[in-house]
């Protein structure tokens, strides 16, 4: 699979232009605030009807403008697809694909994988466990429509205890019938979503580990933990056991939305102990297993989105990362960087034809 042509109209800072796209390594390169990035940031909506970087749709509208429009024409196994994703102000979102338009986002998703590092990922290392749940999340979900609906449902019926537990503290009143409905409901989906995080790291995990070894030249080790209630306890045990606590909190203090990953090097928070580069390698480690498992899963090979990667990197972290991508398992690269020397250099050391967009 690979994007043929981009074509963009009043999406984010660019008014209208159209790209056409080398099949291998197509970069960016120019100084902060062109647009780069941008232009990565709508292939990626081309594969998920959103931004990477913004969740407000309305804000990805050039300003003054009152709509955007992003195209991209595809080669999937010989076959010629057009996707074209547009938002006018005032209106829902349109995702079409070949001219019919979905009724639901989330069936699209999966159908063109695709793997983004940016600098943005250091919020996987820097913020809350959500942001851990969502990277876990969205790696199954790209391949696996039934997590996806089961982890929709989870948090619906989720929303629906925690609007009961409120009603019950504002009308001093319980319902134990009603309430265990929802308990019954959230331990069904919640062991499923939690079995499927735990297969899912029990492949991962080792990917991770083989990817960052390769970039540190083996000069470092890393772990990756999974941290569940459910390690330990069953859903509905543990729904029943902090009743009394969620009824003061008016929400849902226990469940899967609460798991979250461990990042360590060596025995330490990697967070607190891990230099600027060694926390960038680890994370450029978790994308590219990322990467391979959605492939393994897939029938076409991801694209790979690799945002300002180069930078804070010493050389021979570089080097390897050059080598990994270099690989015959990666199909079309999109890079972006702010040194055009740099890139070139850094492509010169690959095999594979390029092709240089300056901005």
Same mark, same amino acid.
Request: charged letters at 25%; hydrophobic letters at 35%.
């Given at each position: 699979?690979?994007?043929?042509?981009?074509?963009?109209?009043?999406?984010?800072?660019?008014?209208?232009?159209? /790209?056409?796209?080398?099949?291998?390594?197509?970069?960016?390169?120019?100084?902060?605030?062109?647009?780069?990035?941008? #232009?990565?940031?709508? #292939?990626?909506y081309l594969s998920f009807a959103k931004s990477y970087f913004n969740p407000i749709a309305t804000q990805n509208i050039k300003h003054d403008e009152a709509f955007f429009v992003v195209e991209?024409?595809?080669?999937?196994?010989?076959?010629?697809? *057009?996707?074209?994703?547009?938002?006018?102000?005032?209106?829902?979102?349109?995702?079409?694909?070949?001219?019919?338009?979905?009724?639901?986002?989330?069936?699209?998703?999966?159908?063109?994988?695709?793997?983004?590092?940016?600098?943005?990922?250091? !919020? %996987?290392?820097?913020?809350?466990?959500?942001?851990?749940?969502?990277?876990?999340?969205?790696? @199954?979900?790209?391949?696996?429509?039934?997590?996806?609906?089961?982890?929709?449902?989870?948090?619906?019926?989720?929303?629906?205890?925690?609007?009961?537990?409120?009603?019950?503290? @504002?009308?001093?009143?319980?319902?134990?019938?009603?309430?265990?409905?929802?308990?019954?409901?959230?331990?069904? $989906?919640?062991?499923?979503?939690?079995?499927?995080?735990?297969?899912?790291?029990? $492949? /991962?995990?080792? @990917?991770?580990?083989? *990817?960052?070894?390769?970039?540190?030249?083996?000069?470092?080790?890393?772990?990756?933990?999974?941290?569940?209630?459910?390690?330990? /306890?069953?859903?509905?045990?543990?729904?029943?056991?902090? $009743?009394?606590?969620?009824?003061?909190?008016?929400?849902?203090?226990?469940?899967?939305?609460?798991? !979250?990953?461990? /990042?360590?090097?060596?025995?330490?928070?990697?967070? *607190?102990?891990?230099?600027?580069?060694?926390?960038?390698?680890? $994370?450029?480690?978790? *994308?590219?297993?990322?990467?391979?498992?959605?492939?393994?899963?897939?029938?076409?090979?991801?694209?790979?989105? %690799? !945002?300002?990667?180069?930078?804070?990197?010493?050389?021979?972290?570089?080097?390897?990362?050059?080598?990994?991508?270099? !690989?015959?398992?990666?199909?079309?690269?999109?890079?972006?960087?702010?040194?055009?020397?740099?890139?070139?250099?850094?492509?010169?050391?690959?095999?594979?034809?390029?092709?240089?967009?300056?901005l």
């Open positions: 699979m690979y994007l043929q042509k981009l074509s963009l109209v009043n999406f984010k800072n660019i008014s209208a232009q159209t /790209f056409d796209f080398h099949q291998k390594i197509n970069c960016f390169v120019g100084n902060n605030g062109v647009g780069k990035t941008n #232009i990565l940031d709508a #292939i990626y991209g024409d595809y080669l999937v196994n010989e076959r010629s697809e *057009k996707i074209i994703c547009t938002l006018k102000k005032g209106h829902k979102k349109v995702l079409k694909r070949n001219g019919k338009a979905y009724d639901k986002f989330s069936e699209h998703i999966g159908q063109f994988p695709l793997v983004i590092i940016s600098p943005a990922d250091r !919020d %996987l290392v820097t913020e809350g466990s959500d942001v851990r749940r969502k990277f876990v999340d969205g790696v @199954i979900s790209q391949q696996n429509k039934t997590y996806l609906q089961n982890l929709l449902s989870y948090n619906k019926v989720l929303s629906q205890r925690n609007a009961l537990l409120k009603y019950f503290a @504002i009308n001093r009143t319980f319902d134990a019938l009603n309430l265990q409905v929802y308990n019954e409901q959230l331990s069904v $989906l919640g062991t499923k979503i939690y079995q499927k995080r735990k297969d899912f790291l029990a $492949l /991962f995990i080792p @990917i991770f580990n083989q *990817k960052y070894q390769i970039i540190s030249d083996d000069k470092e080790q890393v772990n990756l933990l999974y941290n569940s209630q459910l390690n330990d /306890f069953e859903m509905i045990d543990l729904l029943k056991e902090n $009743l009394n606590k969620d009824k003061m909190l008016q929400y849902t203090s226990v469940g899967i939305h609460k798991d !979250d990953l461990s /990042f360590e090097i060596g025995d330490y928070p990697i967070k *607190k102990f891990g230099s600027q580069g060694q926390q960038k390698s680890y $994370l450029i480690a978790l *994308k590219l297993a990322q990467f391979e498992f959605i492939k393994k899963q897939s029938t076409v090979t991801p694209i790979l989105l %690799l !945002d300002d990667i180069f930078d804070k990197l010493d050389e021979n972290r570089v080097s390897q990362i050059v080598e990994l991508v270099n !690989d015959d398992e990666f199909g079309q690269i999109f890079i972006t960087d702010t040194h055009k020397e740099r890139t070139e250099n850094i492509l010169k050391q690959s095999d594979k034809p390029y092709q240089i967009f300056k």
